[in-house]
Structure formats: C-alpha cells, structure tokens
C-alpha cells in the first residue's frame, strides 16, 4: 500500500514538473533594458551639446520692433470692461460683522433654529405662545415678533402645531436674503 501511495505520489510530482516546463517567458531582458537606457543616454547628451553649440552661436536678442508692439496690442482694442453686477476682486470675501451686531441679543438668538425644539403652544383667546426648548433642556415663551437663532430670525407666525421664523441672510458681497423657517412640534420620540 505504501508502494502504491509513493507511486501516485512521484508520479504526481512528475506531472507538475513537467507541468513547469515549456516555452521561454517572452518579453524584454535586462540586457535589452540596459542597451535602451544607454541609447537613450546618447540621444539627451547629443541634444544638449547641439542646444549649447547653438547658444552661443545665436546673436543676442533683438528689442521688439515698433510693428510688432503695434499688432500686439490691436489684438484687444476693442474690448471693453463691465463691472456691473460683479464682486469687486479687492474687497474681501469676509464682511465686517461687529458693527452689526446687536448688544444684549435674547438667549434664543445664541443657537441655529436648528437646534431649538417647539414643544408645546398655547392659546389664550386669539393670541397664540410657543414654548421652545434650547440645547440645555431650558424652556422659553416665544410669540409673533420674538427673536430667535443667530441669523436674526423673527416670530412671524404660530399656528397649529407649527412656528414659522424668518431669518435673514448676508452673503459674500453683502446682499440680503431671506428665509422662512418652520418649526414643528415633534409628535413621537425618535430612536426608540
């Protein structure tokens, strides 16, 4: 049995072998490499000595004749510039703020409306309140004209289960525009 098993055995490692054998992987050699890269070499050596040779036989450079600067600038005669309705490329990006702001802003305004939840509204005859809880967990009353989030955002509406801000806003080159915002009242808790 162990005679049959060796058998099979180098049997199989004979077939592997002669498995291995057979054609020349093609391809490029080292050798083949090696004469390229020198050839190469000798091309960029002879094309710096033709550059020098050909530095120093040039004569130096003429200035630029007036016909040549007269053509030259014909190319753009006709254009002209329009700045209306572009940025200014020398004033900056960022827009001076702190002459802006306000002192004394409520603790509504020092959070993104983001932030802010509305739990609750309540009703007293036709005035409506919103009860509104920051990060912290502490509770404000808020109603129609209240201050709220940091871009100057204004009560402008509560209704039904919904308390609609508008914020303001500056961009790059000063121009206002603005946003209504609603915020809802949560009816389940997420997550669980």
């Not at 040039?58 to 329009?82: D, L, M």
């Not at 005859?125 to 109603?143: E, I, K, M, N």
Request: aromatic share 6%; charged share 25%.
């Amino acid at each position: 049995m162990k005679t049959k098993a060796v058998g099979i055995a180098l049997l199989l490692a004979l077939w592997a072998l002669a498995g291995c054998g057979g054609d020349e992987v093609g391809g490029p050699t080292t050798a083949d490499y090696e004469a390229e890269r020198a050839r190469v070499a000798a091309q960029v050596k002879k094309s710096e000595t033709r550059e020098k040779q050909a530095a120093k036989a040039a004569p130096e450079a003429a200035p630029p004749q007036e016909s040549q600067i007269g053509s030259f600038a014909s190319v753009g005669e006709n254009y002209t510039y329009s700045a209306e309705g572009r940025r200014d490329p020398f004033q900056p990006f960022r827009i001076d703020t702190t002459a802006d702001e306000r002192k004394g802003g409520g603790p509504l305004e020092q959070f993104e409306l983001e932030q802010l939840e509305v739990v609750a509204l309540v009703w007293r005859g036709d005035t409506a309140r919103a009860l509104v809880t920051d990060p912290s967990g502490t509770t404000y009353t808020v109603r129609v004209g209240s201050r709220m989030g940091k871009n100057e955002g204004r009560v402008i509406h509560i209704g039904d289960n919904l308390v609609l801000v508008k914020e303001t806003y500056v961009d790059y080159a000063g121009n206002e525009s603005t946003k209504d915002v609603e915020l809802r009242i949560r009816t389940s808790q997420q997550g669980g």
